[in-house]
């Protein structure tokens, strides 16, 4: 069993910046992939950004490349997403998932909104 907790969530303006941050607890050996979604107003879950274990390859949306980094911190099984040049068309809530290969654990997603 994994759980996942993300903080740092908010409000901020167009142009902005935040970072994100989701911290994996529990059976953690087991996880090979870390990243997040986000999920607009009224529009399916999308994906964000994920993260090989032990820091390894990353892999981004098209919509966000350039301007969010996802990062490892091994020794704190935490995940963060910085993010940067904010657009009001990144105003969703963003879920953070840690994937062991046969399960993908959720987290409970923290609200970020972009004001233009």
């Known amino acids: 069993q994994v759980q996942v907790v993300e903080s740092g969530g908010g409000l901020v303006q167009a142009g902005g910046s935040l970072r994100l941050s989701c911290t994996a607890s529990?059976?953690?050996?087991?996880?090979?992939?870390m990243g997040w979604y986000r999920q607009a107003p009224g529009k399916q879950r999308e994906f964000v950004a994920r993260i090989i274990s032990g820091g390894g390859p990353t892999d981004y949306a098209d919509s966000v490349k350039g301007r969010f980094t996802i990062s490892r911190d091994n020794a704190k099984d935490t995940v963060y997403l910085k993010m940067n040049s904010l657009k009001p068309e990144d105003t969703a809530v963003y879920y953070c998932y840690a994937n062991n290969g046969d399960l993908v654990y959720w987290g409970q997603g923290t609200l970020i909104t972009v004001s233009s």
């Open positions: 529990g059976s953690i050996f087991s996880i090979n992939t």
